[in-house]
């Protein structure tokens, strides 16, 4: 349930899950896009390729192959979903949101089913307990440049970050589907006021792509929208950069980059992500789920994150109104930034989003304008 380097029932429980759905999708696969099913088969190649070039242990090798392969596994799925299917998942991960935004706002009046340092515990987790703040695990600390600590929710996933991202797609998805406005802005509202008790900045990302960049465009046109919210992004991202402990996660993904563009094949699994600093204690290794995708596979897996996020781009481009798009470019940007974003606890749907976004025709624009589509439309 968490990116924590142990294993744990819950997280067998999810992976067995996953693989089933992949057993059900595999027959579906001659009628999906080939072009997206080859770059899949491909990047899966590059991660086991990282796998077998590891060097850490087994343990931390498996967590770190696992991240990265639970993104193109949802994201095969999702090439093969039916717009009914994908409308059924959508409302059943809005079900799940919203009753896990609930409790993480009863966490804020101290209300809490499970002793978070007993469920820390009982998996064998390396997070720090702080006696001083309460008594709580570090990831339910968020420390702010001032020295001030501010206590976050972590929600049914006991895991502030993932339940914010888990949060964040359950107001988008009420914002698109929901069609009653007074049960949307209600369903929209109490998500965001969960996103804002887990201090999740990742799921800041997804709501401002999944929610707020459709909106913009839908006003004023592609160009312009992407004109308008170039310069928050770029004050965002200095923000981001240098706020408290978000540092070690621009740290990740620049030196990812950075490993990418000097390595064909990169440097195999071991020298980035949460789990190797958690436990060996390498303080040099920073949280990025592209940058430990990128260190792994260098510049082979730089060419797979470009081409996907080119082809979003290209569907927001030509005027799609499918949702799904926006929600699935979310999911690749918040992953720069964060290794939540590939938890299946927090962020499955939206990789599925990904794959639905991508196994559906870029929508035609008539003369008028003005474009249609009949693929996942809400």
Partial sequence: MTLQPSWTWAQNVDDVLLILALVVAIPRLWRANGLYVLVVAFYSALMVVALIRSSVSAAITLELFRASMIPAVLLLIGLVLSAREFRNAALTWLA????????????????????????????????HIYEAYHGMPGAYLYWSDDGSVALRAGGIVMNPP??????????????HLVKRVSVKFLLVGINLLALWASQGRGGAVIVAIGLVLPIIVRKVGVPLAFGLLLPFGIVAYGRFSSAGDSVSHVEGFVHGVSVSLTKLFGDGFGTAGNAVKLTLRNEESSESLVGIVLVAGGTMSLVVVLALVIALLRRVRRGSDAWAQYLGLAALISAFFSESSGALAGAAFMWLALGAALGTPIARVPSDGRARSDSLRP
Wanted: charged share 10%.
């Fill in 162 to 175: 993932i339940a914010g991202t888990m949060v964040a797609i359950g107001a988008v998805i009420a914002f």
């Fill in 96 to 127: 799940m949101s919203t009753f896990n935004a609930l409790y993480m706002l009863a966490e804020m009046f101290g209300f809490r089913m499970i002793d978070p340092v007993r469920f820390y515990s009982a998996i064998g987790s390396q997070t």
